[in-house]
């Protein structure tokens, strides 16, 4: 095995520290250590006054009321959290929730454990681009539905839905909407009053800050949101979620976020060019190669591609200096296609030939070009390996264009 570092292409995985944000940590970690519940000393002042400084960032970055933003562990627990917070303390007003096919497993494992508590659950299929008709969650919206949750940008296909439209027919029913925000924030404008959602979940590591700290947005006002908390045990964050603040993780989150909504613009144009540099260089090379989700409405460094002939898991262990996956890393494990992609109506072979690629703030050109000369070799070796290949001349299948 080669000890050069591997070309970084799963950003939608988790994203490098910020050596700025590691900076901002650093006192928090040692000579800062006071806990910010403190209230009897300067230690526990300082700490306090940190971890609110981070709370400011934080929902600044989403255009929120510092006092609406509770610190969890991640995006996770915050969808957790919007979910049975939410849903439970809506109970008395119905047992209905609405969700999608294409959300992430946080999201649908969560909704699993609430049919179990007697919630019933309508999953909305979505077109082949990956997008949510609004027209579709008008109808499926019924006298006893009390939620709604549906992600901002997949987590796979990178395909952004039309949030502030969905919301807004939520609203008219008097129906709480959740979003999955984990990987919109921090990589396109996200406003939580633009969007009129009432809940949204995001996390720091997939922002250049640090794992284990997220957050869980709860609107205070126009309508007030009640939640039921899932962690009991010192009122902490409002009686919302009970546990010593991870101050450091704060400070890094509040720093990560500050930094992510100075350079959004900057970033998200160099890696939408990197995309395109990818794309155009692998449709170069290659026949039959499939786009998946829609090539418009999508996050600035997402491809998911379909290499027809070569099956996905061979592909990632024949490019070792490229960090690529097969889709989401909380669903790796599981050798089974994409549930995603069979939500699109993607037939099993081209599932199983798919890749996510993940371009981030890091990234160059140079990068890029070789990992588009890694994978082209390759999908051509795998092809010649294939019985069950008919080269393009003969099937006539070409490469989807953008």
């Not at 690629?357 to 588009?372: F, H, L, S």
């Amino acid at each position: 095995m080669s000890d050069e570092t591997p070309i970084f292409l799963d950003h939608h995985s988790t994203t490098p520290c910020d050596r700025r944000v590691v900076e901002a940590m650093l006192p928090y970690l040692s000579e800062e250590f006071g806990n910010a519940a403190s209230r009897t000393h300067a230690f526990g002042w300082r700490a306090e006054q940190a971890a609110e400084n981070a709370r400011r960032q934080v929902a600044g970055l989403i255009g929120a009321d510092a006092r609406e933003i509770v610190f969890t562990s991640g995006a996770t627990e915050s969808n957790n959290l919007a979910l049975f917070g939410a849903a439970r303390a809506a109970r008395v007003h119905g047992d209905h929730i609405i969700s999608c096919q294409t959300e992430h497993p946080a999201v649908l494992d969560s909704l699993r454990a609430l049919e179990r508590e007697g919630f019933r659950v309508t999953r909305l299929g979505v077109s082949p681009d990956g997008l949510l008709h609004p027209g579709k969650l008008e109808a499926a919206i019924e006298p006893g539905t009390v939620l709604i949750s549906i992600m901002h940008a997949n987590n796979e296909i990178g395909v952004i839905q039309p949030v502030a439209q969905l919301a807004a027919l939520a609203r008219e029913r008097g129906v709480l909407f959740h979003t999955d925000a984990a990987q919109s924030a921090g990589k396109i404008p996200v406003d939580v009053k633009a969007l009129s959602v009432d809940l949204l979940s995001f996390t720091a590591h997939k922002l250049y800050g640090p794992k284990g700290v997220g957050a869980l947005f709860v609107r205070r006002r126009h309508p007030r949101i009640p939640i039921e908390p899932l962690i009991h045990g010192g009122g902490h964050e409002r009686g919302l979620r009970a546990g010593t603040l991870p101050v450091p993780l704060c400070v890094g989150f509040g720093r990560a976020a500050e930094i992510a909504l100075e350079s959004m613009e900057s970033d998200a144009l160099q890696q939408r060019d990197l995309r395109e540099r990818l794309w155009n260089r692998l449709a170069a090379g290659l026949d039959s190669l499939e786009l998946n989700g829609h090539p418009d409405q999508r996050l600035p460094g997402n491809l998911n591609v379909s290499f027809l002939g070569a099956e996905g898991e061979a592909l990632l262990l024949a490019v070792p200096g490229v960090a690529l996956s097969s889709g989401s890393a909380c669903s790796s494990a599981k050798r089974e296609s994409s549930h995603v992609l069979r939500a699109l109506g993607v037939g099993e072979l081209r599932a199983q030939c798919a890749l996510r690629i993940g371009i981030g703030r890091g990234n160059t050109g140079e990068e890029v070009d070789v990992a588009a000369d890694q994978l082209i070799e390759q999908t051509r070796r795998l092809r010649k390996l294939s019985p069950a290949w008919d080269e393009p001349g003969r099937s006539g299948r070409r490469g989807q264009g953008r």
